[in-house]
């Protein structure tokens, strides 16, 4: 958007998936409006956009442990994505949440292919998530980081080596920024509930679907 003056047009992202036709209409004063959530908007510039999107803040007290956990260890970061997915009867119709049986088949996944892996959990809803793993021994609940501070935990996300993301641009993000050259990602197959496109360019080419 130019700086000169305010917007004169609206564009619109008519579709969920990589819309190419995007590239033609660049122009100055344009508001850009939908989700665009395909890197393919920025193939070629992959190194760029982490470089630009880097963390900046040093991690400190309980953070900072984790930081080493999770880089000493076959990380695993598991986000489970409710808030207003729950509370919001638009947001739930639309977006719905990730069922416990795509959860548990991630993991089974995981842990095949990394034995010693240990879990990681993020969520909204950190009583949800303790009750859900709260058997399991390799898991830990990441529940320090709330309001202005809760982007610790996308930092966070990006420093495991692996990842089981939720229908969530947190975690797509926490996931994408992870610098990690062998990663794995898990990704659910259905991204929007309420939508009957086949959502295909959100998920990078490596990523799991499940």
């Known amino acids: 958007i130019s700086n000169e003056k305010a917007p004169s047009r609206i564009l619109q992202h008519p579709t969920h998936n990589f819309w190419p036709e995007f ?42 442990e984790l930081s080493e956990e999770m880089q000493s260890e076959q990380s695993v970061s598991i986000h489970l994505r409710r808030g207003d997915y729950i509370s919001n009867p638009r947001a739930n119709a639309f977006h719905g949440v990730c069922s416990r049986s795509y959860y548990q088949s991630a993991i089974t996944l995981v842990k095949q292919q990394n034995p010693y892996a240990k879990f990681f959990v993020f969520s909204d809803d950190a009583e949800f998530a303790k009750a859900e793993f709260q058997d399991e021994p390799d898991f830990k609940i990441v529940n320090n980081n709330h309001e202005k501070n809760s982007y610790i935990d996308m930092h966070l996300i990006s420093l495991c080596k692996h990842h089981i993301i939720a229908n969530s641009t947190f975690s797509w993000w926490g996931a994408w920024l992870s610098r990690h050259d062998l990663k794995t990602v898990i990704a659910p197959k259905k991204w929007f509930a309420g939508s009957e496109d086949e959502i295909v360019d959100i998920y990078e080419d490596e990523w799991i679907k499940m």
């Open 23 to 64: 590239f033609d209409h660049r122009k100055a004063n344009t508001y850009v409006s939908g989700y665009w959530q395909s890197s393919k908007y920025f193939m070629g510039f992959e190194d760029d956009l982490r470089a630009i999107f880097e963390f900046k803040n040093n991690l400190l007290h309980e953070n900072k």
